[in-house]
């Protein structure tokens, strides 16, 4: 999943951080607009997300 790879590569590289990618657990949550953060949503995805965002 590109996403999690993403995401472990991430806290790897920006935090020096070893992450075991089957520990890593999804959680949904609703975000609005202002929420977002970009530190945490790759860039490709973001600007999808925010156009499927209403508020």
Known sequence: MKE?????KSLE???????DRNQVSYKGN????DETD????PSEMLITLLALIQI
């Open 4 to 8: 999690l790879d993403w995401f472990v």
């Open 13 to 19: 590289t920006k935090f020096s951080v070893e992450v």
């Open 30 to 33: 609703v975000l609005y607009r």
């Open 38 to 41: 970009e530190s945490l949503i």
